[in-house]
């Protein structure tokens, strides 16, 4: 909470380097010699989750300890929900859900070395210390609250960037998707400094923004999904774009390849604001008339083909629109009924719920968007 109103450019905080948890600590910690001789190099990412699993394990007689104590004993990110949780997200998240798991258990795999050499250190067996769930934990750690610091590339490491610092206090501050800021490290007063880019009213909670980030990949990032979220959106498959097309069309896979060569394949979405002009310029050249199918460059200029080109695909966004909205409802209603049996995963499950609710919210939005511009079409026939 500011005690005092802030203005725009105002300093919220300055942390001095000497309180920033980077690679460079760990180096001047006790792990710097084995991470000198460890062949391979570890990482930056693994040096910083060995030193958090590390002074944790130390409990009290950690430096550390005031800010492990104020960490997150457990998160939230989709690496650590159960699989049956993760398995009712949206298909694009859940696809990288999956991907987040597997990094992550492979991190732990090629860890084992460097955890069996740090064993001189510790008087309990490091299998013990540095367990998958002790990994997860600290992966999390940096994963959610690491703020951006670059560092130069040194030998002890592998080439992976090292751009991670840990921020303690700084990180308690929460995310909103309407404030904005700016934060980066001070070279001249070496400190990690965040000011305000919008005001802030005395005795009103400071937000800093994590960045303009849709709710999914909030979710599989930093592990919570933000209630009315202008950056959020639904996203449109590419099987789904062709699902209410006809399947007679001769021309579909060229108008597919077509799409793909000119990067109109993903990041097709509907937002708060209706379908994005992305996804109604797929659709446009996906309903191009055989006769009209040389003007497929103009469709993907911007440039209106036909008042026949711009009903159907309208059409189609909003049969896409409908199909979606019954999927989520569907969605919603399964969670609701798993909250009734597994009343272990409550949380978890309140998190999906969010999500889809959210999403929900977009896509009736999008729908009386698309029934408004169809208006003008609909006179048209009359």
């Known amino acids: 909470m500011s005690k005092t109103s802030l203005q725009e450019g105002q300093m919220i905080i300055s942390l001095p380097e000497s309180c920033l948890l980077t690679t460079d600590t760990v180096i001047r910690s006790y792990l710097g010699t084995y991470i000198a001789k460890c062949q391979p190099p570890p990482s930056p990412l693994l ?5 958090l699993v590390s002074e944790k394990h130390a409990g009290d007689q950690s430096l550390w300890k005031p800010y492990l104590d104020i960490l997150p004993k457990a998160y939230t990110c989709p690496v650590c929900l159960e699989p049956k949780v993760v398995n009712l997200f949206p298909e694009p998240l859940k696809a990288k859900a999956e991907e987040q798991r597997a990094r992550v258990q492979g991190f732990f795999s090629s860890s084992r070395d460097f955890f069996s050499s740090l064993q001189p250190l510790f008087s309990e067996a490091v299998e013990n210390i540095f367990s998958y769930s002790a990994l997860l934990w600290a992966w999390c750690t940096v994963n959610t609250r690491a703020v951006y610091m670059k560092h130069g590339q040194r030998k002890c490491f592998s080439p992976e960037p090292d751009t991670y610092a840990l921020a303690p206090y700084l990180d308690l501050l929460n995310h909103s998707p309407d404030v904005q800021v700016k934060a980066a490290f001070n070279e001249e007063t070496r400190c990690y400094e965040v000011r305000t880019a919008s005001g802030c009213r005395k005795h009103e909670q400071v937000f800093i923004c994590y960045g303009p980030h849709d709710n999914q990949r909030l979710l599989l990032e930093y592990g919570f999904v933000s209630i009315q979220n202008p950056h959020a ?11 209410y097309l006809p399947s007679t069309d001769k021309q579909m896979n060229k108008k597919i390849s077509i799409l793909k ?18 996804l109604l310029t797929a659709l446009k050249l996906l309903c191009l008339e055989a006769e009209e199918f040389t003007c497929w460059k103009k469709i993907l200029l911007g440039e209106i083909i036909s008042d026949t080109n711009e009903k159907r695909s309208l059409v189609i966004a909003q049969k896409i629109c409908h199909y979606f909205i019954e999927e989520t409802n569907a969605v919603l209603q399964k969670v609701s009924h798993m909250k009734d049996e597994e ?3 409550l949380n978890q499950l309140t998190l999906v719920e969010t999500l889809w609710t959210e999403e929900l919210k977009i896509l009736q939005a999008s729908a009386e968007i698309l029934n408004s ?5 609909r006179c048209m026939t009359q």
């Open 47 to 51: 040096a910083l989750c060995t030193f």
């Open 233 to 243: 959106c639904v996203y449109v498959s590419a099987d789904l774009l062709v699902k």
């Open 261 to 278: 060569d000119h990067d109109f394949i993903e990041n097709l979405t509907f937002g708060w604001d209706g379908p994005s002009w992305r």
């Open 343 to 345: 009343v272990a995963l």
């Open 373 to 377: 511009l169809q208006m003008p079409f």
